[in-house]
């Protein structure tokens, strides 16, 4: 019960605070189930996968994050497992064998478990070095006799720390844990083994993240597969956006100063793009003729005679809690941005709505 409600006020937060698209098949993954994802963006990313799957998930999160008031306490009623990391307390390592055995019991019972293998969350466009815990844990498993697959879930953010910008939930082909089993009980044997699938796992969240060398790539990206598309009649294609970061990657380090010139036009064109709300062929070449602009002004006059009160309205009710969150994150770095505005957001939110009524 308190999973159910959790889920659904966060799932509620996260479709108001982010746009929200998933490309993931239309039946749930049944059984025991990893997902593994990459973690551009502190909290918000194991809050996703409550949009990507109904199914009860138990999280693996950093111990440090136990101790914290609220999150704590939900963590706690979430049953997530503690992962005790060498940089927060080194004498509380040996403390990970029993969240190891908690989580690969889980995945024997056939429940769905989420962990972020690169190990922290950080602001670099491309993926960090994966831990091997999550290949481990997996393996542990498997060896009992348990089905594992791991599932790779891509998370691509247009603007991680921007209210209502763009979030790509993107799942992967399933790997199926059994392939990688050692063939004897020999320790190298084991060890290679746990190599072998931390690398076919960062082979699998490469095929589902874009892994540009900068941030600002990204609009480039979008917008070259937004013309693609709009060129040939079809709907923008995750598949499409990784092969374009590929080519940005080696355009840039190839030609430097011809890419940057480049990306400053596409940048530009994106605006206007935007300021137009071109979303289809056709808008591109819109000729501005009265024909034209007087629909348009009448729509926007209409707007403004009914949307003007509304747009008061909730200036009124929501002018004091709105720039709280921003503020709130000011100060915080950037992958943890979003975590505080969100949290932030949503206290306030419901503070004000409880002093409204």
Request: glycine share 6%.
């Amino acid at each position: 019960m308190f999973y159910a409600c959790v889920r659904a006020v966060v799932a509620l937060a996260l479709r108001l605070f982010y746009r929200l698209k998933v490309n993931a098949p239309a039946e749930q993954p049944s059984g025991p189930v990893l997902f593994v994802g990459n973690h551009p963006n502190g909290l918000i990313d194991p809050a996703l996968v409550f949009i990507l799957t109904r199914r009860q998930v138990t999280f693996l999160a950093k111990a440090p994050l136990f101790k914290l008031p609220v999150i704590g306490w939900l963590l706690k009623g979430l049953d997530a497992l503690p992962v005790y990391r060498k940089q927060d307390d080194p004498a509380q390592m040996g403390r990970n064998e029993g969240t190891l055995d908690a989580a690969k019991g889980a995945l024997v019972k056939g429940r769905a478990i989420t962990i972020f293998p690169e190990g922290k969350s950080h602001s670099e466009p491309a993926l960090a070095e994966l831990k091997t815990g999550a290949a481990r844990i997996a393996l542990n498993a498997a060896r009992e006799g348990a089905p594992v697959r791991i599932i790779p879930v891509g998370l691509t953010y247009a603007q991680k720390n921007v209210f209502r910008s763009e979030v790509l939930i993107d799942q992967g082909a399933p790997i199926d844990v059994t392939a990688f089993l050692p063939k004897d009980a020999e320790p190298t044997s084991e060890q290679e083994s746990v190599r072998a699938l931390t690398e076919r796992v960062a082979e699998g969240l490469r095929a589902v993240t874009l892994n540009l060398e900068q941030w600002e790539d990204l609009p480039v990206v979008q917008v070259a597969e937004q013309l693609y598309a709009f060129r040939q009649g079809s709907k923008l294609d995750p598949e499409r956006l990784r092969l374009w970061a590929r080519g940005v990657r080696l355009f840039r380090a190839q030609e430097p100063d011809r890419y940057e010139r480049l990306r400053l036009h596409l940048a530009s064109f994106r605006n206007r793009m935007a300021l137009v709300q071109a979303t289809r062929p056709e808008d591109l070449s819109v000729e501005y003729r009265p024909g034209n602009v007087a629909p348009f002004v009448v729509k926007t006059l209409l707007t403004l005679v009914f949307g003007l009160p509304l747009y008061a309205l909730g200036l009124v009710l929501f002018g004091l809690p709105y720039p709280v969150p921003r503020m709130a994150a000011k100060r915080a770095e950037l992958d943890v941005q979003a975590t505080v505005k969100f949290l932030t957001a949503l206290v306030v939110s419901l503070g004000w709505w409880w002093g409204l009524t």
